[in-house]
Every structure is written in structure tokens, then in C-alpha cells.
């Protein structure tokens, strides 16, 4: 499968939403549309165990909606999925059957263990966490997952979620105190019953609307300085000091709070006792969240079918790296040349003790390098600028949010004021000693950059050699290296700053 346009409806207990997305083989997979009703069709389940015909209509009417969206787009492939707010309906064929008649929309009835399934896959293929337990908390069901080393251990999913939960334990407006009481008895009874996520002290991985809200409310609190929620790190005190803040508030407030949509300020407190309670029963301290989730299981899996090599969860960042620098126009050839450049210099240093070889920079060095400078494709003569900020602020699968303000000053790189000026909102982030290696780093990059100016590919190998007069630079190209040698001129005081010695350039050519 090299390219594939889908549309993906997601049927959820809360809300229902149409993601577009497209594969190919170099960009991956890409969403390029999103579109979202809040339905709460787990409130339609009357006494008698049937959606009320208001809910059923509702969902007709959205789905045919959707349905001329997804004809505008010219898409064939459309996967419509259903959660637990049809699962549990008493009148879920006829629902079914009705959706296919009315819109054309064919509708796959998830189980529980498949819901659960496309959910681990989202997070394993975009997450570097090697073991956690996932939840994803909907209106009408959750899903617990447990996975070890990447691989999947146990599923359950439990009958709950926030609307029903909210429907069952909270009287008024908002949930009082003996309430929450009740409502956090509950959900440990119910996560006790399953003995294999007790005290696995694994991180809690929260996947859903829920959690990406409480950590937008959670960033805004502490004014964080980059934007995202993928792989955001949320300390279980943090989570405790922000179930007292919700808990203060009222309802109209919560509504008006920056980072939390008005359609959960109802339900936001509910999930975050389940999260919380979950936390205490795994013996967990880190709170992940994923971006990713059931939608993103979905198309993963619809590709892996096609081609079970399509992904490679055990190397989430090289395998998007190379998506990302080709989106910004950087060929394979290119990148090839910036990690063997890179990777040469930086061992050079070592040999010669300028730096401690170290496994963990070796890698951000080779990491950074195949991104550096992809803020040329927006602007050349503002690519610094743009390559922080693009790197900074956008998901970047296979790295926490610490991995990629070091990855995104590295790649950003231009000079030791620009350095400073890009990494002082995280000074807390990193120490001194940190900062000192990263300005190192980006500094050997500004060379290797400059060691293929022309994008022709021609440096192949980097050798340094110390004598009485300072470090020499030995360089051998296969081909004229007129741009090469002017610009590593220019930028060998880079590395004169860190050898605290003159630097002598020596190309060498060879046919």
C-alpha cells in the first residue's frame, strides 16, 4: 500500500467525530481533516436498555453530515466504528441497520477487547513509554490495557465512563463531597477486581478528550512554554493539586477555563478521579498523555494489514524523523549525510577528549542532525527561528516534551546568543551542565550543515588531528568543494569555541 485517503467516524458515547486521514509510504500517516458533534448518546439509553429514537436521529442526522463532507473529499474508504454507547443498546442491530439504510454508512460494532486493542496500538506507535497501563475513559465505557516491553499483556474494559458515571453518582450541577466519596469507592472497587495492573508501577498512559483536556488546564496553570499534549508529563501531585482546583470551581466557571471545552466541564472532575484512583491502585507516579487513540489504532491497523512492516514501534522517533524531514524537503540521500557527518564528528571529539562518549548524546546528536535546519523549506534566512519553533510546538511522536526542547535546540542552532535566547523558558527544564553540552552539540552541527551547503552529498569523511598549532580538520569529498570549503571557514569558530584552539580546514579530494 503506498497510498490510501480514509475516512474515519468514530461513534463514541460522548461525542462523534470524523477524522481524514492519508497514507503513503514517506509521509506516513496524516490527518488532514477533523470534524466533531458532542451527542452524549450514552444520556439516550432509556430505562428499558434502547436509544431513544431522539438519540438515533441525532445520529442519522450527523452521520449524513459527515457522509457529504467525506463526498466532497472524494474518499472511498471510509471506516464508521461504534463504541459503547450502541454496544450497550438493547436495539443495537436495528440501529445498525436503520444507519445503513438512511445514510449509506456501514457500521462496525467494536468489542470491548477490539476497542482496547486499537487504543495500544496508537500509543505504542507513538509513544517511546515501553511499558505502561493505557485508559481510555469515553462516556460510556473504559478501557484498561496493560503492555510490557511494547507488547500486549491484558485488556478489560469496565461498563462506566464519564456520562455514565455522571449520571449515576452526581445529583445536581456538580459533584459534592459525599459524592466523590461514593463515586471514588466505586471505580477502586471495580479496578481491584482485576488483580494484574495492582502495583505494577508502571506510568498510567490516559488516552481520550478527557485527558487531553486536563493536561491543556494543567499547562495553562503552570504557563508552559511549548505547545502539545502528546506525551505531556503530568506528576500524580500536579493531578491531585488540579482535582482541587476543578473541585473549587463551579460549573460556569469551569465552563470559561482556557484549555477545557465547554461540552466536559460537566464530566472533567469525573475523569480525573478515575485517573487519580487508577494511579493509586497501579502504584504509579508519572501521568502520560497520548494524542493518539482509538482513531489513530484504527488507520494503523487498516495499513498494517496492507504491509506489517508499514510502522516500527520499537523506533517511533528514526521512523518519523525521516517523515518529518521529508515533509520539509529533505531527501534520504541528505539525511544519510548529516548522520554519517555528525556521527563522525562527534566520535572525532571523543577520541580526542572533548567530550565523554556517551550512548544518550551520541543519539540526540545523530537525532538532531537529520531534522537541523528544516525551518529553511518556511524561510532561509530565518530557518533557526522556524526550525525551534516547528519542532517545539508540534507532536512529535517517540519523544517526551524534555527530549524535544533538547532536540529542537540542537537543530536550531545558529549561534551562542540565539542558543540563549531559545533555551531561557527552560532553564528550569535543564542544568547549567545541559545547556553548556546542547550549545556544544548545535554547535557541531552548524559545522556538518555547513559541510553540505550545496546539497550535493560530497563530504563522506571527517578526521581530526592535533598538533602544536591547534586541531585540524581533515575533510575528504569526492567532488569540487568550492561552497563547502567557504562556508566551514565561516563556521569553524564553532568548533574553535569548544577546542578552545585554532582550527586549520583540509580538504581532501577524491575522485
Partial sequence: MRRLKTAIIDIGSNTIRLVLYSYDKNEGVREFGNLKTVARLRSCIESDGEMSEAGIQLLSNTLTAFKKVIDDYEITDIKAVATAAIRQAKNKN??????????????????EEEEAYFGFL?????????????????????????????????????????????????????????????????????????????????????????????AQVNQHRVDYPISGVHHYEVSKDELVGLNEFFGNMSLEQLKQL??????????????????????????????????????????????????????????VFEENAKR??????????????????????????????????????????????????????????????????????????????KEKVKLALLASFKNRDYFRRFATPFESW????????????????????ALNVSKRNIVKKIKLVKNENGIIVKLAAKKSV??????????????????????????????
Avoid at 535543564?430 to 550543515?449: I, M, N, P
Wanted: net charge neutral; aromatic share 10%.
Fill in 94 to 111: 436495528k440501529i445498525i441497520s436503520r444507519m445503513k439504510k438512511e445514510t449509506g454508512l456501514k457500521i462496525e460494532l467494536l468489542s
Fill in 122 to 214: 496508537a500509543v505504542v506507535h507513538s509513544m517511546d513509554t515501553p511499558s505502561a497501563v493505557t485508559i481510555d475513559i469515553g462516556g460510556g465505557s473504559t478501557e484498561i490495557t496493560l503492555y510490557s516491553d511494547k507488547k500486549l499483556q491484558k485488556t478489560y474494559s469496565f461498563p462506566f465512563g464519564t456520562v455514565s458515571l455522571k449520571q449515576n453518582f452526581v445529583s445536581g450541577e456538580s459533584i459534592n463531597e459525599s459524592e466523590r466519596k461514593l463515586l471514588r469507592q466505586y471505580i477502586k472497587n471495580q479496578f481491584n477486581s482485576i488483580p494484574w495492573i495492582q502495583n505494577v508501577n508502571f506510568p498510567v498512559i490516559a488516552i481520550g478528550g478527557s485527558a487531553r483536556n486536563i
Fill in 258 to 315: 482556557d484549555g477545557l471545552s465547554s461540552d466536559r466541564a460537566d464530566i472533567i472532575g469525573i475523569a480525573l478521579e478515575v485517573f487519580l484512583v487508577l494511579m493509586e491502585v497501579v502504584g504509579s507516579i508519572k501521568f502520560q498523555v497520548s494524542k493518539k487513540g482509538l482513531r489513530e489504532g484504527v488507520i494503523i491497523n487498516r495499513v498494517l494489514q496492507s504491509n506489517p512492516e508499514a510502522f516500527d514501534k520499537y523506533n
Fill in 324 to 401: 518529518l524531514a521529508y515533509e520539509y524537503g529533505r531527501g534520504e540521500e541528505e539525511l544519510e549525510t548529516l548522520a554519517s557527518l555528525s556521527d563522525q564528528l562527534y566520535r572525532e571529539c571523543c577520541e580526542l577528549n572533548f567530550f565523554e562518549l556517551n550512548l544518550e548524546d551520541y543519539k540526540l546528536i545523530k537525532r538532531a542532525a537529520s531534522i537541523y535546519a528544516i525551518g529553511e523549506y518556511i524561510e532561509i534566512d530565518s530557518a533557526h527561528q522556524h526550525t525551534f519553533y516547528l519542532i517545539a510546538n508540534q507532536s512529535v511522536a517517540g519523544i517526551n516534551h
Fill in 430 to 449: 535543564l542544568s547549567k551542565e545541559d545547556l553548556k553540552k546542547l550549545r556544544d552539540f548545535g554547535a557541531l552541527l552548524k559545522f556538518v550543515y
Fill in 482 to 511: 568550492v561552497a563547502e570549503l567557504y562556508q566551514a571557514e565561516r563556521q569553524k569558530k564553532h568548533l574553535e569555541r569548544i577546542f578552545k584552539q585554532p582550527v586549520t580546514i583540509q580538504f581532501i579530494e577524491k575522485g
